[in-house]
């Protein structure tokens, strides 16, 4: 049992902006979880390291919340810190070249605000993910990708905190994966690469990736993107598709009719019907094809 009235003190002899029992749901984009102890919003990065540092030597538990676009939380909340990203935020530029733009971002930063800089700039890097919800620490630890790109091609180098430490980590093809970043710790900052195009083909380019998403995802309903990722040899939407589940539904919860790997909260559902929803498809696609679906979507305080 925390001492509460305890964290609440420092909280506030530090400046702190934070909410109690903030119910997690609005935080997230399938709009579903319960409340958290508190959630904290930390505005610069000396604010976060600080933070950490206390809770860790307090041992408080605490979760980085950044868009909260690849999370399911459980219906109870989570007995902890929520560690609210979406103050920090901000883009410097380090170095523009006529071919190339460096550009410093901190992990709170959206990824839309990211787009947005560089095609008002004239480079080009992240169109790929324009309309997602993210975070750039987000989209960091998770390796966001679409369309063949994936974030690791426009990160250049990774400033992380872990253990009291915090170091710069330059980009190089080990410390990435398919939906993974290797580096432990959080996120503080980036510094990205961004390529010269016209601004006019960045337009064309952001319009048919936008086009493409509403045509074959379920994109402006509420859902936490992919649920699984996709195994080595398909789609993990084709082998839901496969076997007759576009469409079921449990509860308030249902698989897309427009995309397998999606699941749409239809309003009120609750994570336990999300959590399912992911074991029926799961066991579903184990026995008709020996294939385990892997979730890509991150669990918060849910009974699994
Ligand atoms: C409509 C829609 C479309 C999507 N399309 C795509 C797509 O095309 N490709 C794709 O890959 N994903 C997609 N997603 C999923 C999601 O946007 C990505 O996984 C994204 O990278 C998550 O970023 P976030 O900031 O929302 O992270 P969150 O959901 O808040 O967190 C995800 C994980 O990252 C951790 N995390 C967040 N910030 C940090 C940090 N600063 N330091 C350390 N850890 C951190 C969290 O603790 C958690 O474990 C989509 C989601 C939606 C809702």
Request: with cysteine; proline share 3%; hydrophobic share 40%.
């Amino acid at each position: 049992m925390k001492n509460w009235k305890f964290i609440d003190i420092y909280l506030k002899s530090k400046n702190l902006i934070f909410k109690e029992k903030e119910v997690l749901a609005p935080y997230t984009t399938i709009k579903i979880g319960g409340p958290c102890m508190r959630m904290i919003f930390p505005k610069s990065v000396e604010e976060l390291i600080d933070l950490l540092v206390f809770l860790e030597r307090e041992e408080v538990p605490y979760f980085i919340l950044g868009g909260g676009s690849n999370l399911l939380v459980g219906d109870k909340g989570f007995e902890g810190v929520i560690i609210n990203l979406r103050k920090l935020e901000g883009i410097k530029i380090i170095k523009k070249e006529k071919n190339k733009l460096v550009i410093k971002a901190l992990a709170g930063t959206s990824i839309n605000k990211l787009v947005s800089f560089g095609f008002k700039e004239g480079f080009s890097g992240l169109e790929f993910l324009v309309g997602v919800p993210a975070t750039l620490g987000g989209a960091i630890k998770m390796n966001a990708g679409a369309f063949n790109s994936s974030v690791s091609e426009v990160v250049k180098k990774v400033e992380l905190y872990k253990n009291g430490e915090v170091k710069v980590v330059s980009s190089s093809s080990d410390l990435w994966g398919y939906r993974w970043f290797k580096e432990e710790g959080v996120i503080l900052s980036a510094e990205l690469e961004l390529l010269k195009k016209e601004r006019e083909k960045i337009w064309l380019r952001m319009k048919s990736f936008i086009e493409k998403r509403k045509k074959t995802q379920p994109f402006l309903e509420r859902t936490f993107g992919s649920v699984f990722k996709n195994p080595p040899c398909c789609y993990a939407g084709w082998f839901i598709e496969a076997c007759g589940l576009k469409g079921f539904q449990i509860g308030r919860a249902k698989i897309s009719e427009k995309h397998a790997n999606f699941i749409v909260n239809l309003g009120g559902a609750r994570a336990e019907e999300v959590i399912k929803l992911i074991q029926k498809a799961q066991e579903e696609v184990y026995l008709r094809f020996q294939t385990f679906l892997e979730p890509e979507v991150k669990f918060l305080g849910c009974n699994l």
